[in-house]
């Protein structure tokens, strides 16, 4: 019903724009009047006048009609004497009519059910058809009301602009909220994590076990329980594993991304550089599970093959086959954001360097990398605050065991690992299993957030010493 | 009549297809200031770094034809570009000062070119290239400040300073003065009187006044063609050319 709506309500609009214009045009020809704006904007404003107020009116009601509809019908059916004691029951009796409603349901029908059915019926047909006669009224009116105006030979112009700029906002609005939902969401549920776990048993905990508390109803914990899981949820082991696979992700990807950045933006010619750069780039393009799977089938056995060769125990999910993908799936990001830092080092530095005989290696070494050496460790932190937000490599690779080891041979783990591990599968939403993955998610969040800012900060202080 | 230091013989310089100068002969004495004068885009720029090699750079450039200091080829292939340009310093158009503190800057060239291998010999050659370029008293109680961090005259000055830390025998400046307010291209104009006593100075620039200030020398150029070079005083006031005339008189440029 709502989609054949929103089709008349287009369809409607397209014809009042060309509807619009050529009225004004004649308008002005007749009357031999200059028109306050050009023909097509009466043709826009007749549009956004005809369709906004009515599609807004149809998202309000399309969001408040359930609501309504249920209060009704629980009443109706409580008046009818179904009884329910508390809001799950009213809502499964809910779930029952409308489904009986919709010919799905296959227990028993009693007559209160059955009653309440036709009464759900009644309404929903009654707020259909209101909905459809208050939707054409909404239209009819400001129809009528943007048509006097274009009459009047108003400033549509003006009213047009005023009317995007609103859309644009509502747009941006929209795109805030959501992240500001999302990180609500994670606070929320990271506080009832922390009223059944103490902060810094969780903060500088070292044993990672979450499976002791499964399923087990946060608010009815025993003390005997409460001290049984206060050393269950020790952060420690999962920093470090974030910390340190992300640490060998950085030996491989700084040195190599930062050596062809330098390479791509100095040495190469034009030429090199056209072919190169995107080969280098599509590296950014593969999706990482993709990047998990090579690394785990691949790199890790290899690595075991190669360790047991030197008498060597490697475990065939280990930190350094995670850390060492992870570091190649980084590369072009390191690369390019280099390059492009190394770049905009104004050339008279470089002739400066030249004119006193530097060669190029030194004048690099000793001018341009200095120059640009805000740009490059803003992008460095930003490929580190990727590499700790990175998850599909590391859950394919590196294990999912919180061991504390600095053993790059062996499996470790990481937050965003922990976080999918407690999430597959059927979860309790009481449990404090569940929710330490909202806690983990925040720290990441903290985390992430603080690095990128630090980046964000120094690429900014660089890019204004030399705009 | 003094020595001459450069001399270039048929010189001729391609940007790809386009060629920048046509036979250029331009004899630059020394311990003198010669002027390079003419429109934007004529090709003096060009003729001065071809002294340092500095169109090696340009990928597309080409330099055919003869460039000689002190009987010896500069445009040779095998010729070690580095010692040149420890010889032929440069002074750009805007002031470069390296991202490093002032002393470092100075310190830069003479550090590559191994020169000043213990702390106090850097120390001197870093007083004396900043006492040189009039620089020293502004800055001898801030030299670990940022090179940046000074007004643009004494940035200039410090690219002055920097080029002569290394102890060249040319300096070639590429419209010094034209980034600077008159006051500050006063003082770089009477640094460069100074200086010709020790070295042989190449300034190319736009304003025609700095040029009888300064220079012994001038060369008009044109399209990529040397048109006519002389005494200072004799281009200014009597040229032979016609179009000389014009270009001194305003006529266009």
């Known amino acids: 019903m709502n989609i054949v709506l929103i089709f008349l309500i287009t369809i409607f609009s397209v014809s009042l724009f060309f509807y619009g214009k050529s009225k004004t045009k004649t308008i002005s020809i007749k009357d031999n009047i200059k028109l306050n704006a050009l023909p097509k904007f009466y043709g826009y404003y007749l549009v956004l006048w005809c369709s906004i107020p009515a599609l807004v009116f149809l998202l309000v009601w399309s969001l408040f009609e359930p609501v309504i509809i249920k209060s009704i019908i629980i009443e109706t059916a409580a008046n009818q004497g179904a009884i329910f004691s508390d809001k799950n029951e009213a809502n499964l009796i809910y779930e029952k009519i409308k489904a009986i409603h919709l010919g799905t349901y296959f227990g028993d029908i009693d007559s209160i059910l059955r009653e309440s059915a036709l009464a759900y019926a009644k309404f929903i047909n009654l707020f259909t058809n209101s909905k459809v006669v208050l939707i054409f009224g909404i239209i009819i009116a400001s129809v009528i009301y943007s048509l006097k105006k274009i009459k009047n030979n108003n400033k549509a112009r003006d009213d047009v602009e005023v009317i995007l700029k609103g859309l644009l906002f509502v747009s941006s609005l929209i795109a805030i909220l959501t992240t500001l939902g999302i990180i609500f969401s994670l606070l929320f549920e990271s506080i009832k994590f922390f009223s059944v776990i103490n902060i810094f048993d969780y903060l500088f905990g070292t044993n990672w076990s979450p499976q002791r508390a499964f399923v087990r109803d946060a608010s009815s914990i025993t003390a005997a329980e409460f001290e049984e899981l206060k050393d269950a949820f020790g952060f420690i082991p999962l920093i470090a594993g974030t910390s340190f696979i992300a640490f060998i992700a950085m030996l491989v990807a700084v040195p190599i991304g930062l050596f062809s950045g330098i390479y791509m933006a100095e040495y190469a010619s034009i030429k090199v550089r056209r072919i190169s750069k995107p080969i280098i780039e599509i590296l950014a393009g593969i999706p990482t599970v993709v ?177 | 009549m003094s020595n001459i230091k450069i001399k270039s013989k048929n010189l001729n310089v391609y940007y790809g297809d386009k060629q920048a100068l046509f036979d250029v002969n331009l004899d630059l004495n020394e311990k003198e200031v010669t002027a390079l004068i003419g429109p934007s885009g004529c090709g003096k720029s060009t003729f001065i770094r071809c002294i340092n090699r500095m169109n090696d750079v340009i990928d597309i450039c080409k330099v055919t034809g003869n460039i000689e200091m002190d009987g010896m080829n500069i445009n040779d292939k095998d010729l070690d570009v580095v010692s040149l340009r420890e010889r032929v310093g440069m002074v750009f158009q805007k002031p470069n000062p390296f991202p490093k503190s002032i002393y470092d800057n100075i310190s830069y060239g003479p550090k590559i070119h191994g020169k000043g291998e213990t702390k106090s010999e850097l120390d001197q050659i870093v007083e004396n290239s900043l006492k040189k370029s009039a620089l020293w008293e502004e800055v001898k109680d801030r030299l670990d400040e940022p090179g940046t961090s000074l007004s643009g005259g004494q940035q200039q000055r410090l690219c002055i300073a920097r080029a002569i830390s290394v102890n060249p025998e040319v300096i070639l400046m590429d419209e010094p003065c034209s980034a600077l307010d008159p006051i500050a291209t006063a003082k770089i104009e009477e640094l460069i009187d100074e200086l010709k006593k020790t070295y042989t100075i190449v300034i190319v620039t736009h304003s025609m006044a700095q040029a009888v200030r300064v220079s012994q020398k001038t060369g008009f150029f044109h399209l990529g063609k040397l048109i006519e070079v002389g005494k200072t005083e004799k281009i200014f006031k009597n040229p032979d050319n016609k179009m000389t005339q014009d270009y001194i008189t305003g006529r266009f440029g």
């Open chain 1, 291 to 467: 990047y998990g799977f090579f690394a785990a089938l691949t790199v890790g056995p290899f690595f075991r093959q190669v360790g047991e060769n030197l008498g060597l125990t490697v475990s065939s999910e280990s930190a350094l086959a995670a850390g060492l993908i992870m570091g190649i799936m980084i590369i072009p990001y390191v690369s390019s954001l280099s390059d492009d830092v190394i770049n905009s080092v104004p050339q008279s530095l470089r002739d400066g360097s030249y004119a006193v005989g530097a060669t190029k290696s030194e004048t690099i070494k000793q001018v341009v990398i200095p120059a640009a050496l805000p740009g490059i460790i803003g992008s460095v932190l930003l490929a580190v605050s990727r590499a700790i937000g990175e998850t599909m490599i590391v859950v394919m690779a590196a294990g999912l065991a919180a061991n504390l080891t600095i053993n790059p041979l062996e499996s470790t783990t990481t937050i965003t690992t922990q976080i999918v591990m407690i999430l597959v599968g059927d979860q309790e939403f009481d449990s404090p299993k569940t929710q330490s993955a909202f806690a983990l998610g925040l720290t990441l969040f903290i985390a992430t957030l603080i690095l990128n800012y630090i980046a964000q900060r120094a690429v900014k202080k660089y890019r204004e010493k030399y705009d």
